[in-house]
């Protein structure tokens, strides 16, 4: 156990419907990451947190996902009209300055 | 894309030492070196990380060459909980580039 918990752990959903995930960052990191990882591949990077301030988004981060922290402690990713290929573990982590610490990850299905 | 490369998988007796190459020739000097590891449904976790001297912890221990383009992380008496996939990866600035890493099976 890291420290970093992620909330569900599992969610299974029906295609255009709309699910939020919660991650819980160790207590004293300021930073916090999103990744994506879909079945044989490593994990993508989606976005990074500093505090309350998003410095920055991939290009995989679509209109439909959308991420907030807004107190600067967890952290919300929300994906609007799921689609089948959204279907992948939504992994959260966070560090301080340098070594990322990886949540259990939540892992979407959509049907 | 990934600045590392790495075989896609090994073998390991367990009780033996597993020894993981990395090659990163594209390396610039101030980035560090880090190696997680994934174990099935698992989030990565982290091992050791370096910049140009060797390092240990109680995990493992990495080797860095002196030209800096190339690494072993070296795990000394496997273990079958060790079976998972390990990424080596440069960091670059403050995210994480992961390659698709070397599946480690330790044989018992």
């Known amino acids: 156990d890291t420290g970093v918990s992620q909330d569900p752990r599992h969610k299974i959903t029906k295609r255009g419907q709309n699910v939020t995930f919660r991650c819980d960052p160790i207590?004293?990191?300021?930073?916090l990451y999103w990744y994506r990882q879909t079945l044989g591949q490593g994990p993508e990077f989606l976005t990074y947190?500093?505090?309350?301030?998003?410095?920055?988004k991939s290009r995989l981060l679509s209109d439909r996902f959308s991420a907030e922290r807004p107190k600067g402690s967890f952290s919300t990713l929300e994906i609007q009209r799921t689609e089948q290929g959204d279907s992948a573990m939504y992994l959260c982590?966070?560090?301080?300055?340098?070594?990322?610490?990886f949540g259990p990850g939540t892992r979407l299905t959509v049907l | 894309d990934a600045k590392t490369t790495q075989p896609t998988s090994m073998d390991c007796a367990e009780g033996r030492a597993a020894n993981l190459p990395c090659n990163h020739s594209?390396?610039?000097?101030?980035?560090?070196v880090y190696w997680y590891r994934q174990i099935h449904s698992q989030g990565p976790q982290y091992i050791i990380h370096?910049?140009?001297n060797n390092e240990t912890n109680e995990m493992a221990s990495l080797i860095i060459t002196e030209d800096r383009k190339s690494s072993t992380l070296i795990l000394p008496h496997a273990t079958l909980r060790d079976t998972a996939v390990y990424y080596c990866?440069?960091?670059?600035?403050?995210?994480?580039?992961f390659g698709k890493g070397t599946r480690l099976h330790i044989l018992p």
């Open positions: 982590a966070s560090s301080t300055v340098d070594t990322q610490y």
């Open positions: 207590s004293e990191h300021n930073r």
């Open positions: 947190f500093q505090n309350e301030a998003q410095l920055e």
């Open positions: 594209t390396i610039s000097g101030n980035e560090y």
């Open positions: 370096g910049l140009k």
């Open positions: 990866i440069v960091r670059v600035e403050n995210k994480i580039i």
